[in-house]
């Protein structure tokens, strides 16, 4: 399986504030990563997916980079909506896994 | 447009079957390159991908639960279906389906149902 790293767990930032959170994959994942928020009480939503690519109705301040192992996704100007945790996925090969998750909290 | 909904018995006693249903709607598990997946999250804790089925029957199980996946579809009646045999507390979460795209590779995960939460419990 491969396994993927996501750091940092917890971040905490201010409204404005440009963030990146990074996924490190245990083998190339060939840009197979999308990248996924959840609020609390609430499903995952899809942000990002084949590494760059933005979901439609996601605001362009979310953008997503990487190759090889090592993904991340910016936020380039935080907004309160913004806080929540975030997922990143590897689908390059079954079985999918997942990142263990970044909480993005208020300073 | 694509939604999702799962639903399931709530709470079930360890070695039982849980059994889960899919209704969506917005596509059909008929039509090429369609899926339908099931990921499941304990309550605080990050996310596992359990399994996925295809518009052309074939299914995809993660083998860390071994052989205790079993999914299906009726498509006539736009549902999937998730069976995970002799349960344990370690199986209690939410569990959540989601439609997952095949076009020229895999598009997993564009749209959730709102998640149904499971206990297992004597």
């Known amino acids: 399986d491969i396994q993927m790293t996501q750091s940092p767990s917890f971040l905490s930032a201010s409204v404005g504030d440009r963030v990146t959170i990074n996924c490190k994959a245990s083998?190339?994942?060939?840009?197979?990563l999308n990248w996924y928020q959840q609020k609390l009480g609430e499903a995952p939503k899809r942000l990002i997916y084949?590494?760059?690519n933005l979901q439609t109705g996601i605001p362009s301040r979310f953008s997503g980079s990487g190759s090889g192992t090592d993904y991340t996704l910016t936020i380039s100007s935080l907004q309160p909506e913004d806080f929540a945790t975030y997922f990143c996925?590897?689908?390059?090969?079954?079985?999918?896994?997942f990142g263990g998750g970044t909480k993005l909290e208020l300073k | 447009q694509v939604t999702l909904k799962e639903s399931g018995p709530g709470i079930l006693q360890p070695s039982h079957t849980l059994s889960l249903t899919c209704s969506f709607s917005?596509?059909?598990?008929?039509?090429?390159?369609?899926?339908v997946s099931w990921i499941r999250q304990p309550s605080g804790k990050g996310l596992e991908w359990l399994a996925s089925?295809?518009?052309?029957?074939?299914?995809y199980n993660n083998p860390s639960l071994k052989s205790r996946l079993t999914v299906s579809k009726d498509t006539s009646n736009n549902q999937a279906f998730l069976k995970v045999t002799s349960v344990d507390t370690a199986d209690t979460a939410t569990y959540y389906c989601?439609?997952?795209?095949?076009?020229?590779?895999?598009?997993?995960?564009?749209?959730w149902g709102q998640g149904v939460m499971v206990t297992v419990s004597s």
């Open positions: 989601a439609h997952t795209r095949y076009y020229d590779g895999y598009y997993p995960f564009d749209y």
């Open positions: 917005g596509f059909s598990l008929s039509t090429y390159g369609m899926g």
């Open positions: 089925i295809w518009w052309n029957g074939n299914t």
């Open positions: 083998q190339n994942i060939n840009k197979y």
């Open positions: 084949n590494t760059n």
């Open positions: 996925l590897q689908h390059n090969s079954f079985p999918w896994t």
